[in-house]
C-alpha cells in the first residue's frame, strides 16, 4: 500500500495540514526549537515609590511561559531578569529605568526559537501591565 504520491508523504501533508490551520507547536514537529508567548497575569508590589526605585528595588512578574530568554520591558526598555520558574521572574528597578513618579508599563518579551517553518509559532510580547510609582 502506497502512503505518498508525487514525493509528499502522507505524515508530511498530515503535518503541514495541522500547522497551516494554526495548531500548537506540540502537534507539529518542525516546531521543536519554538518558544512559547510568555503571558503575565500580575505584578509583586504593583505600587511602589519613587524612593524605593531610586535605591534599586525587586519588582516580582508572575505569569507563565517564561524561558532563560524572557525579557522584563519597563515602558519598552528590555531588561536582563532573573528567571526564578516558568512562572515568575525578576527585575530590579532603578532610576535609570524609571525616572520618577508615574504609571509605568510592564511587558514580557521572549525572543522567537530559532525556526522558520510554516505553522509555528514562537515567542512574542505579553500585554501590558501597570505598575504605579508614587
Known sequence: MRFWSGGVSLACLI???????????????????????????????????????????TLTVNGSHFVSSSEVLINSVPLSATIVSDQQMNVTLTPDVISGPGKVKVEVQTPSGNTSDLGCTSGGITSALTLTVN
Open 15 to 57: 503535518v503541514l495540514s495541522f500547522s497551516t490551520l494554526g495548531c500548537n507547536n506540540a502537534v507539529n514537529p518542525f516546531c521543536a526549537s519554538a518558544r512559547p508567548a510568555p503571558l503575565i497575569g500580575f505584578l509583586s508590589p504593583s505600587t511602589v515609590s519613587f524612593s524605593q526605585v531610586q535605591s534599586g528595588m
